[in-house]
């Protein structure tokens, strides 16, 4: 019973490094390698999330000391973050932190006007990138004609 009793007094200290450290490195590096910008999303806000708590954690650790089980709700909620079952931090992101981030016009890019401006960010950064590829390719006559084509198949159903 000893030794069960030190591995669960000592379970943040085991799994923590792994869970706040290990894993979210290997998976940012996945994410910079693969196409999709939605893994990038979730790791970028992985790690400022997990930046904030070791501040917030080196600012107050003489209070943080005082709160029994501060590690394990630390170790839990990193898990909560971390695990692609939950992807806590890609969830902050999409319901706290974008209502806050404004994108500035000129990262759309000077070529379009003040009215595709407004559409192109109106959509996510993956429909964007796609739309901004297609537009490039095709000119921004063939998405309008892209629009109303669908526009008239949904009436139609």
């Not at 080196?58 to 692609?84: A, I």
């Not at 996510?124 to 739309?131: A, F, P, T, Y």
Request: hydrophobic share 45%; glycine share 6%; aromatic share 18%.
């Amino acid at each position: 019973m000893g030794v069960l009793a030190v591995i669960a007094k000592r379970l943040d200290a085991l799994f923590g490094p792994g869970v706040m450290l290990l894993y979210p490195l290997y998976a940012s590096m996945r994410a910079i390698e693969s196409p999709s910008t939605l893994d990038d999303q979730q790791w970028l806000t992985y790690w400022i999330i997990y930046s904030f708590i070791t501040l917030f954690e080196l600012s107050f650790w003489k209070v943080l000391n005082w709160v029994p089980f501060w590690t394990y709700m630390k170790l839990v909620f990193c898990m909560w973050l971390v695990l692609p079952y939950f992807s806590g931090a890609a969830y902050i992101y999409e319901n706290y932190v974008r209502k806050y981030v404004k994108i500035s016009t000129g990262y759309v890019g000077s070529k379009y006007s003040q009215d595709q401006k407004k559409v192109l960010q109106m959509l996510s950064l993956d429909g964007r990138k796609s739309v901004q590829q297609f537009v490039d390719k095709h000119g921004w006559d063939a998405l309008e004609r892209a629009v109303k084509a669908a526009e008239k198949e949904v009436k139609k159903h």
